[in-house]
């Protein structure tokens, strides 16, 4: 795993040592940032479900503001903070350590540029973090989901419309956006 573009491309980052975590892959990652390119710059991010921290770090490489991460295993917690470092990166993020529902309670509603979630792969998954992560998004902002290509993301989720899918292999990115807002 590398960092694909931006500040910090190149930088290599750690992948986690234990099963049961699933990173963006490279491609897939540099998919959804060629989508959000000119939304990340100045962004405040939410990386949900962060994992390795791999997308919230790109944020950062490519301009954002602030990124939140947003992760209840505590080995991956600790592997996104390694990799902040591995990075150079010291300031401008936040990780808390939560379930992305607990999380969602301690949150600002509608603060946040960019929420990108990553859940585990299942459509109960898939649906409760949609549902969660709404309230999150600012009014011109954008919710992003990671989910298998198999389950289907809802038309709608809270006041979000889905507006794209875009499918990479086994696995695709929905993208939902405040209802009433123009596409990207």
């Known amino acids: 795993m ?3 573009a931006g500040a910090l491309k190149g930088r290599r980052l750690e992948a986690p040592t234990w099963e049961g975590l699933r990173p963006t892959s490279d491609k897939l990652r540099e998919t ?3 989508v959000l390119q000119d939304r990340t710059p100045g962004a405040n991010v939410l990386d949900g479900f962060a994992g390795t921290g791999a997308v919230g770090i ?9 990124v939140t991460f947003v992760e209840s295993d505590p080995r991956a917690a600790r592997l996104v903070e390694r990799n902040l470092g591995r990075c150079g990166v010291t300031d401008r993020y936040v990780i808390i350590r ?9 949150l600002p509603a509608g603060t946040f540029d960019l929420v990108l979630l990553d859940p585990p792969y299942g459509a109960d998954s898939l649906h409760a973090a949609l549902q969660e992560g709404a309230g999150l998004v600012a009014p011109d902002g954008l919710l992003v989901i990671e989910h298998a290509r198999r389950d289907v993301a809802s038309a709608t989720a809270d006041a979000l419309t889905k507006m794209r899918e875009i499918v990479s292999g086994d696995s695709a990115l929905s ?3 405040p209802h009433g807002e123009s596409a990207v």
């Open 58 to 66: 790109e944020a950062l490489s490519r301009g954002a503001s602030e």
């Open 2 to 4: 590398r960092i694909i």
């Open 98 to 106: 939560a379930r992305l529902a607990e999380a969602v309670r301690r």
């Open 175 to 177: 993208i939902f956006r």
């Open 32 to 34: 959804l940032f060629n």
